[in-house]
């Protein structure tokens, strides 16, 4: 089962505005550009009492509220905060999906084995940005995403909202059509008036009459109010990347040194990507010399990969020349970091036949894993690192015990926070 976080920041260009001006907080108040024909791009929950809503037009709001505070945009300074805000969500999933500057879908599945459960997550994302930030976001949780983001509009504002997947159709059944994704006025007057009133009066709608009604909308809106959504979370591949690294407590001075490190650093991001059911295709590989400088050297694989060897080799043919040259001069490493982007699903495309060999290593690689998530992660070293004489400095791994085990969140229903509305 998919465990899907749809994350929504509360008003979120008059919340960072708010934070450069607190004697706006708890007024009504709005931003827009100050002009005849603009709109209310954001508005202060004050003002929404007052039937002020984004997109309206500038004038209406003035008319709603002749006292409401008009504050003009800088989105220099929201694309800054967005950009801190998404940071927070890969921390936690590579499979991060932005809709808009504020808002993003996160498939977290594959978390919760590092993170706990997907309210877990979602809790600790809302605790982050509170304190990171000092901004509100509002979370859905769900197993499509749907079902999330329609959860995450419930439990507005700073609010979270689990529809565990068992509930999903009592949780949807009584709430408007004008909920369902794609339902604007004009299909929900449609609806309206053939006695659909509640998503619920869709789902049991014989496809059939959808189909008459709304052509092939009509099939995907009756899907959709089953509650079944199977569209994946998709990120931005280009801008989506997971990287693992090591800082040593004695730089390194030899080749072999880093060769053995990297090829537990490879091991550990391996682990991670199988894990997440995710694999890259390009490789970086990071040098910090002594000095504090850096150098770093990236190549694009013929192939996207998931295995610990395939990183291990891309990434060692990179730092090798590089530390072998520059190492007498440099005096030592103090930190290794390999890092693999251009992201997609595992499953997606991957030609096995093609390749026996990596294949091969991938299966025995996921062995390893098994037993590392049962064991955690010192219970495997790479032989090549013990080897190296290392096991001192691994028996103590980072990021092993002590991790949570989770199963799905079985927290209450609804929700943890009220599911209270403005
Ligand atoms: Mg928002």
Redesign the pocket.
């Known amino acids: 089962m998919r465990q899907i976080l749809h994350v929504?920041?509360?008003?979120?260009f008059l919340s960072v505005e708010l934070l450069e001006r607190p004697d706006l907080t708890g007024r009504s108040c709005l931003v827009a550009f100050d002009g005849g024909r603009s709109v209310v791009l954001s508005a202060s929950y004050e003002a929404r009492a007052k039937g002020i809503r984004s997109a309206m037009p500038l004038a209406r709001a003035r008319a709603l509220d002749p006292g409401v505070v008009v504050v003009e945009p800088r989105h220099e300074l929201y694309r800054e905060y967005s950009a801190r805000v998404m940071e927070v969500f890969s921390s936690y999933t590579p499979l991060v999906e932005p809709i808009?500057v504020?808002?993003a879908f996160l498939d977290v599945t594959g978390s919760v084995r590092i993170f706990g459960s997907p309210l877990a997550i979602a809790r600790d994302i809302r605790r982050r940005i509170r304190e990171e930030m000092g901004l509100t976001a509002s979370v859905g949780v769900a197993s499509s995403k749907f079902v999330a983001k329609v959860a995450s509009t419930q439990s507005k504002p700073d609010g979270l909202f689990f529809v565990p997947e068992d509930r999903a159709d009592e949780f949807l059944r009584p709430l408007p059509v004008s909920a369902l994704w794609g339902v604007g006025e004009k299909t929900r007057s449609r609806l309206v008036g053939h006695g659909m009133e509640t998503i619920g009066d869709v789902a049991d709608a014989p496809p059939a009459l959808l189909r008459r009604l709304l052509g092939e909308n009509g099939a995907k809106l009756g899907e959709l109010a089953r509650g079944h959504d199977p569209r994946p979370v998709e990120p931005r591949r280009q801008e989506k990347s997971v990287s693992a690294d090591r800082t040593f407590a004695e730089d390194l001075t030899t080749v072999e040194e880093v060769r053995a490190e990297l090829l537990d650093i490879a091991h550990r991001l391996g682990a991670r990507l199988r894990r997440q059911g995710i694999s890259g295709q390009g490789v970086s590989v990071k040098i910090r010399w002594a000095d504090f400088t850096d150098v770093q050297r990236s190549r694009q694989l013929e192939h996207p990969t998931d295995a610990s060897s395939a990183l291990f080799e891309a990434a060692f043919r990179l730092a090798e020349p590089v530390a072998a040259e520059q190492l007498p001069a440099k005096s030592g490493i103090r930190l290794l970091s390999i890092r693999v982007d251009r992201l997609a699903r595992a499953d997606a495309g991957q030609q096995f036949d093609v390749f026996d060999v990596e294949e091969q290593a991938r299966s025995a690689e996921g062995a390893m894993d098994a037993v590392r998530d049962r064991f955690g992660e010192s219970s495997i070293r790479v032989a090549g690192v013990m080897r190296a004489g290392d096991d001192e400095r691994s028996s103590g791994s980072r990021d092993g015990r002590g991790r949570a085990e989770t199963g799905a969140g079985r927290a209450g229903y609804p929700g943890q926070t009220r599911p209270d509305r403005p």
Do not use: I, L
């Open positions: 929504d920041m509360d008003a979120f808009s504020d808002e």
